[in-house]
């Protein structure tokens, strides 16, 4: 598709079957309105196979405007769909309106409908017919019927759904011209696909006027025409309604690509009529999603196995619709655009994001009914999310199903790296119920039942009730255990004070919701005698990024995510620590653009891992920012900093808080081990100081135990005091 041009801001794209007769008065009429309209345009005329001299009269029309007038030619007819899709690749324009050339619809209501678009917040405008003078015989009321059908099908409320006089941006235009079937009029869904896709539209009235010349693609076939219009709505039902994946941009994306590796992800059919079961009562099981999630994790399966330069094209073009979205559909991102004095034709790629401002917690806070949620996505479409509020406040957020979706498919397709295969039986450690209603409890409860999971409720247990547990464990024989990284550590140290190791051996342990210590993944590893494979997410995202069999990096979704890692708002160099800032693709009822998180992690260079997978990978995570300890001379270090500093001294020191709420000074809460004593203490703490200043105050509290907090977790460093990690960036300490 040819690049807009910058001088052309509208182009009305003109489908021409034997209209030799209409197109010298359009084309005049059309260039007057243009003029009077006052921005750049031009007109782009498509033969569509013509038997009359359409093909000459078009090039007489180029011959007269060549700077005005464009022309594509087929040597057979192919409808009008592909006419579209030979004007569009043609076209210059960022804003394209279609429109016939039989002089029905008139040139000069393109003003109209332009007008509306620049005023409006939606993404396309659409002429509706208006029935004023119009004729009212056969084929009007066969319209109308038809009309009825296709809002009764596909839940809409259109005047006049199968008008495809639409204005909007080339790239929406695209977006709908990309479809899977094969129609015999798909022209006669554009809003049905605009509606399917998660676009915002509105209608303007228009006059229809009767054809005075020239005849009809459709003249004296109206029952054919209508029995293949029906075998069309079943097309599209299938297309649209039941295989619809709202806003996902990768099926069409993937078609584009010339070339692709034959590498898949293994079936997930280890257990075929465990799966097909499952899916079949999937809606009954879940809440807000649908069983759409089958078709987002056939296609993540593929996507996966794109190069890292694809996967960046397609994120470039998911970002380029979630900005055109934001912008129509979100009030905060349109003010907070509109005072950097940006556009969505501003934002073309991941190289432009520096250009938008970053999106805080307490902005979100803030904004969260004041205009940060999508005008045209319903509430009863979101699902209200609550952080844990584990490093203080928690937060309230929304996700659409189109996320809710991906998240599910990209969690299965990451288990899917470990070896492991739906059905296969799996522990999850995990808070299980908490925040859920009786009805939720129970379709997770049968969700369990169906996947063949074993859910180990770790915000109950204590010291005395582990062992219970790991029976519980045993007995499920899983392939994978899969639970916070703080619930795992505590089992793996139980079973190394107890001198035991599990009495089955699972394939993998994935490990997530805090970071991993060198320390803790090897004692994971050697008491559950497996691999550990360790995820990064977070309540807002669910997974962001997962490592794969190689160990060497964690691939982020990048078909949901655009994860950057910054330090001092530039891209942090490979080995270097940053702070971690997403935005997210999928989300489109509370959209979340550069939205600083919270957290530090290391960056990688950006060479493909030997997986074979091209998301780009990011390295270990340092922690949260809200536990950077300031040190007494302008220098800091991230929470894991103690985990590496005391991992010598585990012999003395069994757990540990470290908690800092007044500069120069922290506390330091020890659970002891068999071997403490004061010199090691002594030593452990001269250490500390080495790196944050000899002069730190630390105050030593002997305690019994550390809890877990109610989610299952705890924070083993937090600091209370206001660190901007773009501003203290460069001072944090790179010790271990």
């Keep these: 598709m040819t690049d807009p041009a910058p001088s052309v801001q509208l182009s009305l794209l003109v489908p021409c079957f034997n209209e030799a007769q209409n197109l010298p008065e359009f084309t005049s009429r059309a260039l007057n309105a243009l003029e009077a309209l006052g921005v750049p345009a031009e007109v782009v005329l498509v033969d569509d196979g013509s038997s009359d001299n359409t093909a000459s009269v078009i090039r007489s029309l180029m011959a007269a405007s060549p700077d005005l007038v464009l022309g594509g030619f087929h040597t057979k007819n192919q409808g009008i769909a592909t006419a579209w899709q030979t004007a569009l690749s043609a076209s210059r324009g960022q804003v394209v309106v279609s429109i016939d050339a039989d002089l029905q619809y008139q040139p000069e209501d393109v003003l109209r409908l332009y007008r509306k678009l620049l005023d409006s917040s939606v993404d396309i405008v659409q002429g509706w017919r208006s029935s004023a003078g119009r004729e009212k015989g056969p084929r009007y009321h066969l319209s109308r019927t038809f009309n009825s059908l296709?809002?009764?099908?596909?839940?809409?409320?259109?005047?006049?759904?199968?008008?495809?006089?639409?204005?909007?941006?080339?790239?929406?235009?695209?977006?709908?011209?990309?479809?899977?079937?094969?129609?015999?009029?798909?022209q006669s869904f554009i809003m049905v696909a605009a509606h399917s896709k998660g676009y915002s539209y509105q209608e303007a009235e228009t006059i229809f006027e009767p054809r005075r010349q020239g005849l009809s693609f459709l003249e004296g076939s109206t029952v054919s025409a209508s029995a293949k219009s029906l075998v069309d709505v079943a097309r599209a039902s299938v297309e649209y309604k039941f295989r619809n994946s709202p806003g996902d941009l990768s099926e069409q994306f993937l078609r584009k690509q010339s070339a692709l590796t034959e590498r898949r992800a293994p079936s997930p059919l280890a257990h075929p009529a465990r799966w097909r079961a499952y899916m079949a009562s999937f809606e009954q099981t879940h809440w807000m999603i649908t069983r759409g999630v089958e078709h987002r994790y056939e296609l993540l399966n593929r996507t996966q196995w794109l190069a890292g330069s694809q996967l960046r094209d397609l994120q470039d073009e998911k970002l380029r619709r979630l900005i055109r979205h934001a912008y129509r559909n979100v009030p905060y991102y349109r003010r907070r655009m509109q005072m950097a004095k940006l556009g969505p034709e501003d934002i073309r790629t991941q190289a432009d994001?520096?250009?938008?401002?970053?999106?805080?917690?307490?902005?979100?806070?803030?904004?969260?009914?004041?205009?940060?949620?999508?005008?045209?996505?319903?509430?009863?479409?979101?699902?209200?999310?609550?952080?844990?509020?584990?490093?203080?406040?928690?937060?309230?957020?929304?996700?659409?199903?189109?996320?809710?979706?991906?998240?599910?498919?990209?969690?299965?397709?990451?288990?899917?790296?470990?070896?492991?295969?739906?059905?296969?039986?799996?522990?999850?450690?995990?808070?299980?119920?908490i925040g859920l209603n009786r009805s939720q409890a129970l379709k997770q409860r049968l969700d369990a039942i169906a996947s063949n999971r074993t859910f180990v409720p770790m915000y109950e247990f204590s010291e005395g009730g582990v062992a219970d547990m790991v029976r519980t464990m045993e007995d499920a024989e899983p392939v994978l255990i899969d639970g916070y990284a703080e619930a795992l550590d505590f089992l793996a140290r139980y079973l190394e004070r107890t001198g035991g190791t599990l009495a089955v051996s699972p394939g993998a342990v994935m490990?997530?919701?805090?970071?991993?210590?060198?320390?803790?993944?090897?004692?994971?590893?050697?008491?559950?005698?497996?691999?550990?494979?360790?995820?990064?997410?977070?309540?807002?995202?669910?997974?962001?990024?997962?490592?794969?069999?190689?160990?060497?990096?964690?691939?982020?979704?990048?078909?949901?995510?655009?994860?950057e890692i910054l330090v001092g708002d530039r891209p942090a160099r490979p080995g270097?620590?940053?702070?971690?800032?997403?935005?997210?693709?999928?989300?489109?009822?509370?959209?979340?653009?550069?939205?600083?998180?919270?957290?530090?992690?290391?960056?990688?260079?950006?060479?493909?891992?030997?997986?074979?997978?091209?998301?780009?990978?990011?390295?270990?995570?340092?922690?949260?920012?809200q536990s950077m300890i300031a040190g007494t001379d302008a220098r800091y270090v991230p929470g894991t900093f103690f985990a590496h500093a005391l991992k010598e001294f585990d012999y003395a020191i069994r757990r540990f808080v470290v908690v800092q709420?007044?500069?120069?000074?922290?506390?330091?809460?020890?659970?002891?081990?068999?071997?403490?004593?004061?010199?090691?203490?002594?030593?452990?703490?001269?250490?500390?100081?080495?790196?944050?200043?000899?002069?730190?105050?630390?105050?030593?509290?002997?305690?019994?135990?550390?809890?877990?907090?109610?989610?299952?977790?705890?924070?083993?460093?937090?600091?209370?005091?206001?660190?901007?990690?773009?501003?203290?960036?460069?001072?944090?300490?790179?010790?271990?």
């Design 511 to 563: 490990s997530s919701a805090q970071t991993l210590p060198a320390a803790s993944r090897r004692i994971i590893e050697d008491r559950f005698a497996c691999r550990v494979y360790d995820k990064y997410g977070s309540r807002e995202f669910s997974g962001i990024a997962y490592e794969c069999e190689t160990h060497a990096g964690l691939h982020t979704v990048a078909e949901s995510y655009i994860v």
């Design 353 to 433: 994001l520096y250009k938008l401002p970053y999106l805080s917690k307490n902005e979100v806070r803030a904004n969260l009914h004041l205009g940060i949620t999508a005008e045209n996505v319903g509430k009863a479409e979101m699902q209200r999310i609550v952080t844990s509020g584990s490093t203080g406040e928690p937060l309230v957020c929304f996700a659409d199903r189109r996320q809710l979706e991906f998240r599910w498919a990209a969690t299965l397709r990451a288990q899917e790296w470990t070896g492991y295969r739906f059905g296969d039986p799996c522990v999850r450690l995990w808070h299980q119920a």
């Design 661 to 736: 709420d007044t500069p120069g000074e922290i506390q330091l809460k020890i659970v002891k081990a068999g071997r403490f004593s004061s010199g090691a203490l002594d030593e452990a703490l001269s250490l500390i100081r080495k790196y944050l200043g000899d002069d730190l105050k630390i105050r030593v509290h002997f305690i019994e135990s550390v809890e877990l907090t109610a989610t299952g977790k705890h924070m083993a460093v937090v600091s209370k005091l206001p660190v901007d990690f773009q501003k203290v960036g460069s001072a944090v300490v790179s010790a271990f």
């Design 150 to 186: 296709l809002n009764a099908t596909f839940g809409m409320s259109l005047r006049d759904n199968k008008s495809g006089f639409v204005c909007c941006s080339r790239e929406v235009f695209a977006d709908l011209l990309t479809y899977s079937h094969d129609y015999h009029y798909w």
């Design 576 to 625: 270097e620590t940053g702070e971690v800032v997403i935005t997210d693709l999928n989300n489109f009822g509370m959209p979340f653009i550069r939205y600083r998180i919270g957290d530090l992690a290391t960056a990688l260079d950006a060479s493909p891992c030997a997986c074979g997978r091209g998301a780009p990978r990011i390295g270990s995570i340092q922690g949260r920012v």
